[in-house]
Every structure is written in structure tokens, then in C-alpha cells.
């Protein structure tokens, strides 16, 4: 089975968009127009981590196509 890249790519931002997530949590960065961007943004990369992550054990179950050679 060909190295599929969505493995790691979820791995990592879920990884940074936990702990992103998890210092705008605490929250001790000053909101910017009400909004706590680093809450947000690291909700966004967890999300994303955790897609590639689904995506990659689809394809290692055999649900999706590989993804193509380079």
C-alpha cells in the first residue's frame, strides 16, 4: 500500500489545533472584536486534523480510491 499523506497531515493538526484550542481556552489572549481567535481557529484545525484522519482510514479500509501516484 502506496504512503498516504493524510495520516500525518491529521495527526498534526489535530495535535496543534488541540493545543491551540486549549490555550484560547484559558484564555489569556485579549479578544479580538468579541472573538476569541485562537478558540475558533484551533476548532478549525482540530476539525480539519480529524477529517484527514477519517479520510486516510476510508482509504485504508478501501472505501475511496488511492490517491493517485506523483
Known sequence: MPFDVRLPIGLLFLAIGLLVAGYGVMGHVPLSAGVNI???WGAVMAVFGAIML???ALARRGDLPP???A
Open 54 to 56: 477519517v479520510l486516510a
Open 67 to 69: 490517491p493517485p501516484e
Open 38 to 40: 485562537d478558540l475558533v
